[in-house]
């Protein structure tokens, strides 16, 4: 026994009639509509609602009259040119026709056709639209371009006026630190010039690298530890460093030299107080869940309670706690403090192996 095979049904045909991208009218010799779909309705400008037994009367041929057209098309067993007009607007059609059962005479079947002149002249018409709208598109990425450049140039312009200004700024402070008659007062401008020392260090680097926002590890801690080495380090204390080399962004960048100016700034003043000679080692390298930063000196160590910290080691827990570090200290030999990093850091092509340790 075999499965009669589903039909469709009317409503699937009025479904598919209806989503046809083309007008389709049936009519019948005499120019009425017996069915259309909804673009025929619009094209033909017929009533909505009264699809059937509407006429197509105030639509001509060229030659001739509408139903001496549709008899014609009738009798052909092929596609068959029609072009309709009314009050100067012109459809291009192509009908054949067809036998519906229970009906003697013939329908005709009538879509929806282009003519090659009209194909062009529609399709003339959209590459119009689309040069037009790729011509604005064209000047809008211009002015974005262009207001792209204005806005990086002028943020290059701001980090080098912040230079200078910190230079300034950071002379200045230097200049009193020597003319103090205090030595508390001198070592206090001694310590803000240096901070912000290290804080223009930053900007130099972006000054000299004609950038805005990225610098490399590897040129943040060079430039820092000369600039210690310059101005704070004794001739007996050795400062050592072995840098991995990454892209770092102002954000990380920033607090992590002040991070590290004051580890060392500290080292410096109070780990050697006693001996003759000294190393602080800084290291910062690559770790599984972010960058570890390290500094550890061979000095006499640090005795702190909480309640007697200085204002240093607060300086410190504040700048790991912006850059959401893992601060330890440990102590034995010396002093090493140990700050596990998670920072978003940008890498650069040059991040790779550390590099050999430089001493001086």
């Not at 006026?161 to 402070?173: E, H, P, Q, T």
């Not at 001694?190 to 130099?204: F, L, Y």
């Not at 000369?226 to 102002?250: G, K």
Request: hydrophobic share 40%; glycine share 6%; net charge neutral.
């Amino acid at each position: 026994m075999t499965r009669e095979q589903p039909r469709a049904g009317p409503d699937l045909a009025e479904r598919v009639l209806s989503e046809l991208p083309v007008a389709v009218v049936v009519a019948d010799l005499n120019g009425k509509v017996v069915d259309c779909n909804a673009r025929a309705h619009r094209l033909l400008g017929l009533r909505e609602g009264i699809p059937r037994l509407v006429g197509l009367d105030d639509w001509q041929p060229r030659r001739g009259t509408l139903a001496q057209a549709l008899r014609s098309v009738a009798t052909s067993s092929s596609w068959v040119p029609l072009a309709l007009r009314r009050e100067g607007q012109q459809i291009e059609l192509k009908g054949r026709g067809f036998l519906l059962g229970g009906h003697a005479e013939p329908r005709v079947l009538l879509l929806e056709s282009h003519s090659a002149p009209h194909q062009f002249a529609e399709h003339s018409e959209q590459v119009r639209r689309l040069n037009a709208q790729l011509v604005i598109q064209r000047q809008t990425e211009d002015r974005l371009r262009a207001a792209l450049r204005t806005a990086e140039d002028l943020r290059r312009e701001l980090v080098h006026r912040v230079k200078n200004n910190l230079a300034i700024v950071s002379a200045l402070l230097r200049t009193k630190a020597r003319a103090a008659e205090h030595p508390a007062a001198t070592e206090a401008l001694t310590a803000a010039a240096t901070r912000i020392r290290s804080i223009a260090i930053v900007h130099d680097i972006l000054d000299a690298r004609n950038e805005s926002e990225i610098l490399t590890s590897k040129a943040l801690f060079t430039a820092l530890l000369d600039h210690l080495r310059i101005s704070i380090c004794p001739p007996h204390i050795v400062l050592e460093s072995e840098i991995f080399d990454t892209e770092l962004h102002t954000e990380t960048a920033l607090p992590l030299c002040l991070l590290v100016n004051e580890l060392v700034t500290n080292a410096i003043k109070h780990a050697f107080s006693d001996r003759d000679a000294g190393r602080v080692r800084i290291t910062f390298a690559e770790a599984e869940d972010g960058y570890h930063l390290g500094v550890a000196d061979n000095g006499c160590g640090i005795n702190e309670t909480p309640a007697r910290r200085g204002g240093g080691s607060r300086i410190v827990e504040a700048l790991a706690q912006q850059l959401k570090g893992e601060l330890e200290i440990s102590r034995g030999g010396g002093t090493a403090w140990s700050i596990t990093l998670h920072p978003s850091i940008r890498r650069g092509p040059s991040a790779s192996s550390p590099a050999p340790p430089e001493a001086s």
